[in-house]
């Protein structure tokens, strides 16, 4: 995992930049909050769009095989925009270490998943799926999940309004 940084960039390339960050990024399937069985607190997830990624494919069933202590999941906010106007972006870049190794980033607009970035921020919590979900009723999920334990000041930080030119932190 790189260290924290900031970057400031021009506007190509920070351009630039973005269009590299989205292409890198796992698309998003689904994305909901919503409860878990044997929670009481709402829980932010996403359902990760795998095809053509065979290393998450199957990484629920090998977490699921061989667990291991906290402290196998390195995550880190990406904050990007190209202006305070502009459309702002947040990617969460994920590194699972053990018991099988893989990077995710996924891609967030502000806008449009700010319901679910509030969720985070929040709890410090984000489920991963990586199969479809069942939905036992419209606030209550069924799916094998992933939770990965994530950082919240810097996404706290972006939902405030504050766009940045691109930041990684």
């Known amino acids: 995992m790189v260290p924290a940084q900031c970057e400031s960039l021009t506007v190509d390339e920070s351009r630039a930049k973005l269009r590299e960050l989205l292409a890198d990024s ?20 996403v ?33 990007a925009g190209l202006d305070a106007s502009g459309p702002g972006w947040t990617f969460l870049s994920i590194e699972l270490q053990r018991p099988a190794r893989a990077d995710i980033l996924l891609a967030f607009r502000l ?11 929040a709890t410090g919590l984000l ?17 094998d999940l992933l939770i990965v334990q994530v950082p919240t000041w810097h996404i706290r930080y972006a939902l405030s309004g504050y766009t940045v030119a ?3 932190w």
């Open 166 to 168: 691109a930041a990684a």
């Open 47 to 79: 359902q990760l769009a795998t095809r053509g990624r065979p290393d998450l494919a199957d990484l629920i069933r090998v977490h699921a095989l061989e667990p291991t202590p906290e402290g196998d999941v390195e995550a880190q906010w990406i904050l």
């Open 111 to 121: 806008t449009a998943h700010r319901h679910l970035l509030e969720a985070v921020a």
């Open 127 to 143: 489920g991963l799926a990586f199969k479809p979900v069942h939905w036992e009723r419209p606030d209550l999920i069924r799916a």
């Open 26 to 45: 796992v698309p998003i399937a689904a994305s909901h909050v919503g409860l878990v069985p044997g929670t009481t607190m709402p829980l932010a997830f």
